[in-house]
């Protein structure tokens, strides 16, 4: 070998000529490695969505950050022409200094210029690229990095780099890339150098390694290409009306997006901006995201867009970062029993280049993010089937690792979706989406825009009607056609008039009798009635039928206009048989579907009206069937068809849950208002009738209709109530104004009016306006308030006379508690305070609403309250104090009654919190004492933010239970009531209050400046924080930098990563004092980069203790553990060892492999838990990790007597032993191993397994295990020894 580096010495130049990363960018990732701490690769990986396989290898990675850093660059994260993922990455999760650093670094090594990036493409050569150096860095042991490094003629000095980095193998692997050696095309270089090493086993392992990622690189691109031509097929056909065929438009050219909202984790629906927002809501909760909305409202058409983001790569969409996408219209999908069958007929073309095989490795590999997106899960024929694949994946049994989205109506959502699965709704299109609609898609012309605007604009019902997107592109494509748009009073009306339009469009292309037959089969169509009928009330929906079989149905002419004006259409599938070959099997249909599912429903309509009548079992069965709310406008269709059906629907949906609401749609429906229509309504308003936030504009102004129409009508109203929807009063009108828009009028004949909001306080003028409102209705005798507080008084003088008249009630909360005495204009209790009233997170609206007015009567009445004690939060804060604050319109609410305050809140209370709370303690002017519990006070405050008044009162501000810490509102600051002692303790198990009182001991004292000896961190570090300097406790609460402490013992349990005890260094730091710090029960790395240490922990030579025997110590200067003690000869790890001298062996190990110092033998005695398949290390009985020892040289390992170990264990340990490089003999007692047919050789190791049964000792023998009287272990001598060894250890 001695020739070698002059052998070579043309491919080391050759490679350095042909680099396939610029210099300057490895420098960069150099520098990037330096600075992610694995909380911050966690959160990036979330971020990126990782598959979860990925984020675990990042997590227990010895190098995390060098390996975050590789894959970052394979997945396109990191480039040198662009880092903008990254930075946002990093925007995202908030870390704002570390995004600043590296935009830094990128003008100084990348010399990026912000704002001209180059957008580099989707490699997905890189990604699996990635993937086989993460496999090459598995497989380079160290001799052999060394000897690869002579032939490649590295430096001297980058020798030692790789010699003495955490994980020389991945480091290795990098430079090989920065020098050429290997590339995502060609690793020739290296295997040459490997064979001529005469490793023809490694050479021949990553030489497979590498055509397997060819392999998967070409048969992932050709998938990927022929996804997005049939995608583009897709979304490059959309029709915005259908009997316009000759214009097709792509989907990005007539996208607007609607309104949509997420429901958050309360339950409660909040506004998205934009549909890109969806995964960044969704993330961390589940991988499966519903889209719901109504028929009509874009569901589709936005799937359609994520579609055209993904395929074309859209930057600023997060749909264009998985690197597979999958689009499956469910409606096609009815007797489909797989994914890839699915893939197949739909998705690959013909002559698809891609195996069935290649397709389910692409589906089942961790490292691709794949989306699949299920559309229109409410038109699946076999949703109401258990056991399909589509429910096997939302049900998480199959592909885990993929994200799933899926389209349905509101009312069709899969059981298998759980609470945690995310869920979107589409709310329609608003004004502005309209507008932006017709001028993109149907006109450019101002005045036309306007024309066709003006003209939805003067027909309410219309405009409300156009809130579904589908109706409103129609109505905007035929407006532009028609001069004069039909005068629609109802959905029915208006759908009647698009059919017709689409007729009249066929028919003014002809003439004569051919006119006269086209006529008849628009007046005419029973029979495509009684398809789309027995379709929806089949036992699975059929929306899919084969073309033949329609034409046989129809006729051909017949069929030939319902699709030439678009009400059918037709699509190409694949019929392949099972189990025959592709090529052999293949053969096209052609299926026929309606243009919408609505158009569907509209003509079961026509069937079901004309038959409810007179097949009085039809209509039964079809009730049986068919929920409402699933095909609510085959309902609301037929109601309008025939108003002779609309009772007896109406009569049934009535008796349905939230049946109300549907038999509101259902009655407007009827355009006439016919006696049938006004039996509808009296029915209707003998129950509260309620307005609801979450309901539609439609369905809103159809409710004040039908309203409006019953009081025309004189027939008595029970209850209206406005469910979240009050927003203000027209004071000229006296009307009720919904934060929708709609007006309600004073209704004559309404009795009670009832309303509900959430957490807010009505203001003096709304409560004058709604005494306004309800003056005019005549009828009216109570008027009832929910969730809201009212002012404490109202002059009299502006209350209406004739509400005192009539003596109208006016309760304040359900429970009557509080009611408003309209002829004293005062609230008034009905019901005495108990001694403690207690205000929580818990608490209802209402019940809240109902405390908060009570006190405030208690108070005005000098009543007294013993204890009132407040939970404050985001819900409840903003209302609570203004307790004791004069409501807006009433006069001063006089003494308080309130003695003592309790606040209990979580966290640190800002002094403007705190301050807030003092307002409130002022307002209640009898409170003598306040109480934090479970918070962080600050430790002083400016005396000139704190009223005199309270200290005149004398009030007292006690900080925790315990009264250990209490405020001194003269001084303004805290201070302790009793003694530290020398050692103080912070502990896991400690309350939120009990570490809140400590922490605030501890600031104390600092300020003071009263040493304290000791301060003990039990468990409960979560992390430090850069932006604060405070180190954040497990319980959420962050103890500051302590000054006044001069030692530090930190108590934890496993191996700290390098972060975690940088954390703690820095912690460290702000304590000025401390210049000691011990660890106790935890590994800590052998080594950090000094550069990663700050020097002022140096100057101030702080020592570093690793365990309570000081056999172990940090070097600060130079970066590693330092073991005192010489290594006896055998080291013993027993299970009876307590944490801290297993972690103190440990790490003594540790010290002596860095060191390349001997280690003869190592004893896991009872100790030994379990071991990872990549045998990175061995776990413990304690939790603890024993990483591998590079000059290690016997190993003996002794389970719990009687263990029978598992394949995965074997493995591991087996792998282990490979990584320990000197490693002479591995000998495992007293366990069964488990039966492997070829055991892995380990070339240099002797084998021994010793069953402890007396069965004699085995060794292992190329693969097999040989018995020392020389026999070899077949399967059946085997499963002897496995009954021998139980009888033994029973």
Known sequence: MADSPSTHEATGSEGQQRKSTPPAFWRFKIALSTILTIKVILELAVTFGYPNALVDELQGASDSALLMVMVMEGRGQIHPTDISPLLGALEDTGHHGIATDVRAWSLEYLDIIPGNEQKPKKSLELSSFGRFKIALSTALREQTIQNLGAIFDYPRALMDEIRNAKNSALLMTMHMEERGQIQPADISPLLTALKDLRLHGVASDVEGQFNEHLRITGKMAAFIEELKETCHTLYDKIQPIPYI???????????????????????????????????SVAKGTSRIQVIEGDPGYGKSTLALQLVYDWCNEVSDSPFCKPDILIFLNLRQLGGITSI????????????????????????????????????????????????????????????????????????????????????????GFDEGAREQYVRKAVTGDDEEVQRILEQLNTNPILRDICQAPLFSVMYAHVAHEEEEFHNVRSVTGFFEYMIDCFHSHAQNKVSGGKRKQLQMFADNHHALDKLAFDSLTGANQQLLWDKKVVIKKFGAEFYGLYTDIGILVEEEVINRSRGAKRAQSIQYRTEVHFYHKLFCEWFAACHLAKRVTSFQALFRNFCKRVNPYDLQFVYRFACGINPAAAKRIINLVQKKPDGDKFAVLCALEQEENTEDVLSTVRDLVLRDVYIRENDTRLLQRTTVQLLELASQKEVPIKCIDLDRTFETVDKELKNIVLKSGVVLRPIVSLQSLNIRMETATVSGQDLIGIFGFVGQCSNLMRLSFDGCVLPLSIPTELIDDSLITRDVKVSCCPDNNVLLNLRSGKLESKTNLPGEVRIQNSDTAASLASKIMQLMVASADHATVTEYIVTFDDTTSSMILKLGISPPGASPPGASSVKKLEVTESGHISEDRFVQVLACVKALEDINEVVFHGCILPVSISTERIDHSLITRNVKV?????????????????????????????????????????????????????????????????????????????????????????????????????????????????????????????????????????????????????????????????????????????????????????????????????????????????????????????????????????????????????????????????????????????????????????????????????????????????????????????????????TKFREFWR
């Open 245 to 279: 065929k000759e214009k097709l438009y792509s989907v990005d050219k007539v996208f607007i997006e609607v309104g949509i909202e997420y429901c958050d984790s309360r339950g409660s629906w909040k506004t998205l901006s934009s549909y890109r927002g969806i995964f």
């Open 340 to 427: 890839i069958d699915a893939i197949e007929q739909f998705l690959l073309p013909r002559d698809s280049s891609v195996k069935r095989l290649d397709v389910e490795h692409l589906l089942n590999d961790r490292d691709i993010r794949i989306l699949v997106i299920f559309d229109a899960y409410d038109e699946y024929p076999d949703q109401h089937i258990g056991d399909t694949f589509v429910t096997q994946i939302l049900e998480e049994k199959m592909l885990r690792h993929v994200d799933v989205l899926l389209t349905t109506r509101s009312s069709c959502i899969p059981p298998a979706c759980g609470s945690r699965t995310g869920r979107f709704r589409l709310t």
């Open 958 to 1282: 006690s900080c925790c239970a315990d009264n250990k810490v209490e405020f001194n509102l003269r001084s303004g600051k805290l201070k302790n009531n009793t003694e530290l002692p020398d050692d103080v303790c912070i502990r896991s198990s400690d309350t939120e209050a009990e570490q809140a009182s400590t922490i605030m001991q501890l600031m104390v004292a600092s300020a003071d400046k009263i040493p304290v000896t000791c301060l003990t961190l039990g468990g409960c570090i979560e992390e430090f924080d850069v932006t604060t300097s405070n180190m954040v406790l497990t319980s959420g609460l962050s103890l500051p930098g302590v000054s006044s402490v001069m030692k530090l013992k930190v108590t934890e349990s496993g191996n700290m990563s390098e972060d975690q005890c940088l954390q703690v260094l820095a912690f460290v730091k702000e304590c000025r004092d401390m210049n000691k710090v011990s660890f106790d029960g935890c590994v800590l790395p052998v080594s950090i980069p000094t550069e990663r240490i700050d020097h002022s922990l140096i100057t101030r030579n702080v020592k570093v203790s690793c365990c309570p025997d000081n056999n172990v110590l940090f070097n600060l200067r130079s970066g590693k553990l330092e073991s005192t003690p010489e290594l006896p000869d055998n080291v013993w790890i027993r299970s009876s060892d307590t944490v801290a001298e297993q972690a103190s062996t440990i790490m003594q190990l540790m010290v002596a492999s860095a060191d390349k110092n001997p280690i003869t033998e190592v004893s896991l005695v009872r100790s030994f838990s379990s071991a990872g398949s990549d045998g990175l290390s061995l776990v413990l009985n304690s939790g603890l990790c024993l990483p591998w020892l590079s000059s290690l040289q016997k190993l003996w390992i002794g389970p719990e007597w009687g263990r029978e170990v598992t394949v995965d264990e074997w493995t591991g340990i087996l792998n282990y032993a490979k990584h320990s490089q000197l490693l002479k003999r591995l000998w495992i007692a007293d366990c069964l191993l488990p039966w492997l047919d070829n055991n892995p050789n380990l070339a240099n190791t002797r084998v021994v397994w010793d069953p402890e049964c007396y069965d004699g000792i085995y060794t292992l023998q190329s693969g097999r295990w040989q018995h020392e009287d020389g026999h070899v272990l077949t399967r059946g001598a085997y499963a002897d020894l496995v």
